[in-house]
């Protein structure tokens, strides 16, 4: 469990970078051509906020069970089944947490006082009457992204079950498919965190005490969530078991910072394309360090590091 010690304050931007990489693996697919989501130019391959979150949201109810909070299975708002695999929509979801929370007299905002995504990631309170907007403490600034170049196969696949022709006979391409694989990636997020916001969304939480620990009670909900979805809770499907948790690292930034995208990191490489790990790691060595500089990341606002035991790039700050 990755704890954090340090007291934050009210207001603020805070910022976490967090690492992952990718393995023989399809992130985040088109879904209408099953191709990798990819700048043509550079080959970098990139995912999406909602993507991320939609891991991280497991993540949380993950860390939820962990740490013994009050309907731990409950914890999450935005699921599209339950936990006995049955589809959800908003009015269902709504009843069951007032129902694993025991109220009896509903209010409007049981779902954002009783839930860990709504207060990080807002939501629209879609009810005849109830209507309301939270809006996001917790976003990633740009597209989470491979910071090199990838190799990318297109590989054939078989389904177990072809299809017929109108003649009622087999099509010879029936039953196989071809599909784009990322061979490596070491794919780069960057949250920026509203402390006033998180504050404002969280202050009447039911599952974490905002007076008790306050922002840094959430931040931990946050990277734990991250740190778990890419670690012992990734998901079984094909896009997100074989992506790995490398790192993460949060600070609060106390003058002006670059606001440089992590893709930025490509034109710095020596070698554009990253095939390997340890590839990887060297690459990061060298540019890693002048990134977070401009972002105002240094040893004395560090409040959480972690790293994985394969990543021993050194970064600011003490472990957690």
Not at 14 to 26: K, S, V
Not at 60 to 86: I, M, Q, R, S, W
Not at 182 to 206: C, D, P, Q, T
Not at 305 to 320: I, S
Request: aromatic fraction near 12%; proline fraction near 5%; charged fraction near 20%.
């Amino acid at each position: 469990m990755i704890k954090i010690q340090s007291t934050l304050p009210a207001t603020g931007n805070a910022y976490i970078l967090f690492g992952f990489e990718a393995i023989q693996a399809r992130p985040n697919l088109d879904p209408y051509s099953s191709t990798l989501r990819m700048n043509d130019e550079t080959g970098q391959v990139f995912t999406s906020d909602v993507h991320i979150k939609h891991h991280v949201r497991r993540g949380l109810k993950a860390y939820a069970a962990a740490e013994n909070l009050p309907h731990a299975a409950e914890t999450v708002f935005y699921e599209k089944e339950d936990e006995a695999g049955n589809p959800c929509n908003f009015d269902l979801r709504l009843k069951k947490i007032r129902e694993a929370a025991g109220i009896s007299k509903p209010d409007m905002k049981d779902a954002l006082n009783n839930t860990l995504d709504l207060p990080l990631f807002g939501y629209v309170h879609a009810i005849k009457g109830e209507n309301f907007n939270v809006t996001n403490a917790a976003n990633t600034l740009f597209r989470p992204v491979t910071f090199h170049d990838c190799e990318i196969y297109s590989l054939g696949r078989n389904n177990a079950f072809p299809t017929l022709d109108k003649q009622n006979k087999v099509k010879d391409s029936a039953g196989s498919a071809t599909v784009d694989s990322l061979e490596y990636g070491f794919f780069l997020a960057l949250w920026e965190i509203n402390l006033n916001m998180l504050r404002v969304n969280a202050s009447a939480s039911k599952l974490i005490d905002w007076e008790k620990g306050g922002a840094a009670r959430w931040f931990e909900a946050l990277v734990n969530g991250m740190w778990r979805a890419y670690s012992s809770d990734r998901y079984p499907s094909f896009t997100q078991r074989s992506q790995f948790a490398q790192f993460v690292l949060g600070w609060m930034p106390e003058g002006e910072v670059s606001y440089a995208n992590p893709a930025s990191l490509y034109d710095r490489l020596e070698e554009k394309r990253i095939n390997t790990h340890s590839g990887a790691v060297t690459a990061l060595e060298k540019v890693l360090p002048d990134f977070l500089s401009g972002w105002g990341c240094s040893e004395s606002n560090v409040f959480v590091k972690h790293r994985a035991a394969n990543f021993p790039v050194a970064l600011p700050g003490a472990e957690a």
